[in-house]
């Protein structure tokens, strides 16, 4: 697909990168540590798999002399080096950064406005593609020539990184302009369950008919929004994409930062793609904490519980539910005899215990239309609300997710 880059791009790369660590050490220790838990050991994970912006021979030669668009935030790195400061390093000329939910730098708060500007460190624009402004403009890309997608996923449908980029896909084939996918791993690969969306229920927090956990990569699902026509209009975008090297859908990966301000480890991970969903109820994931997405609770949970928090203001939760009230609930990263984790699908019957053990289930759904775009579709409300069990809930879906999984085939990149 490109041309190889001379041999002495990777001695320019390694200078780069060694010049900037020294100046990223204070922050790469002020991060939070990515722990493993609930996952395969990630030490298997080989020392010679490179994410796509790693492989800057594939893609460099193409991008050079030419007017650069970058989609970035935090996790955008190269190693220690964010991927616009190796660039620049470069020679490349970047133009512009857009950036998604939680900002370029990755702090704000789910769903907070995250304002236009200017990148700190570099000078860029920086054009925010969350809040009023989800799609660039035909103005706001005006002059590039080429636009780079560089963001870590964590496969979940309602994770809005995959809808920037739908958005970004359908811009740009709208403005004539290139994209290219910068692939990164999937740390929920192996997980492909819940129902699959009913177009109906469309919204920013899950565009497509897929399922909750669709088990790809970013390239594999931009190639299948391209190929499965889910642009407006059916129109298709000019795309490619630099793989990741040496990596198998059988490989555990640990992410090396945190994705988002409220997953911070490799736990929370895990149990997102479930956890998610109480979001829309009256209880609490944990916003507010540093174990956001490993427990759940409310003020109103008090028997038969011996577990209990508090949320309090913090990065990524200035306003988190029941601030400064004490929550009784389940910690999740303990409590693995009440809730055994099954690898490889949706922990349904967490939901459900929680669900029939709330002292209230009529306002249990404090927001009943959300839980429906999380879910996909209404059907799973109305089956818990009406008792129906675990695995007919899931067989349920099952005839939508066979279908999504047949045709998820074509659009795989990795054995």
């Not at 470069?90 to 939910?101: D, G, T, Y």
């Not at 190929?227 to 490619?240: N, R």
């Amino acid at each position: 697909m490109f041309k190889l880059y001379s041999v002495i791009l990777p001695l320019v790369i390694l200078l780069s990168c060694a010049a900037q660590t020294k100046k990223d050490e204070k922050s790469q220790a002020d991060r939070p540590e990515v722990s493993d838990t609930l996952t395969p050991d990630a030490d298997t994970q080989a020392d010679s798999l490179l994410c796509g912006a790693a492989r800057m021979e594939q893609y460099v030669t193409e991008i050079k002399g030419k007017q650069v668009g970058l989609v970035a935030n935090h996790t955008s790195r190269i190693e220690d080096v964010h991927l616009v400061d190796t660039l620049l390093s470069l020679n490349v000329n970047v133009r512009k950064i857009f950036a998604p939910e939680h900002g370029f730098r990755g702090t704000a708060d789910a769903g907070e406005h995250v304002a236009d500007g200017k990148d700190d460190k570099t000078g860029l624009p920086l054009i925010s593609l969350y809040g009023s402004n989800r799609k660039p403009t035909g103005e706001q890309l005006s002059g590039l020539d080429v636009v780079l997608f560089d963001i870590q996923d964590v496969g979940v449908r309602f994770y809005t990184y995959i809808s920037t980029m739908h958005y970004v896909m359908e811009a740009c084939a709208e403005s004539n302009i290139p994209v290219i996918i910068l692939d990164r791993p999937n740390p929920n690969i192996d997980l492909c369950d819940g129902p699959v969306l009913d177009p109906a229920f469309s919204s920013f927090v899950g565009m497509h008919p897929v399922p909750v956990a669709h088990g790809m990569t970013v390239a594999e699902y931009a190639r299948m929004i391209n190929g499965e026509g889910w642009m407006k209009g059916g129109i298709t975008c000019d795309l490619s994409w630099v793989s990741c090297e040496n990596y198998t859908r059988d490989m555990p990966y640990k992410l090396p930062v945190p994705p988002s301000p409220n997953l911070p480890n490799q736990r929370s991970i895990r149990l997102y793609p479930t956890l998610c969903f109480f979001e829309a109820t009256s209880l609490s994931v944990g916003r507010g904490t540093d174990m956001q997405f490993q427990i759940v609770g409310h003020p109103a949970l008090m028997e038969h519980v011996d577990f209990s928090f508090t949320p309090k203001a913090n990065t990524g939760s200035a306003h988190p539910k029941f601030k400064n009230e004490t929550c009784y609930g389940y910690d999740l990263r303990r409590d693995t005899e009440r809730f055994d984790f099954k690898t490889g699908e949706l922990q349904l019957q967490w939901l459900l215990d929680i669900y029939s053990s709330f002292p209230d289930s009529v306002t249990f759904f404090d927001r009943p239309g959300f839980f429906d775009k999380l879910a996909g579709k209404k059907s799973l409300r109305i089956q818990m609300q009406n008792g129906v069990d675990a695995e007919n809930i899931r067989q349920s879906w099952q005839e939508d997710l066979t279908a999504f999984k047949a045709m998820r085939e074509a659009y795989l990149l990795y054995e």
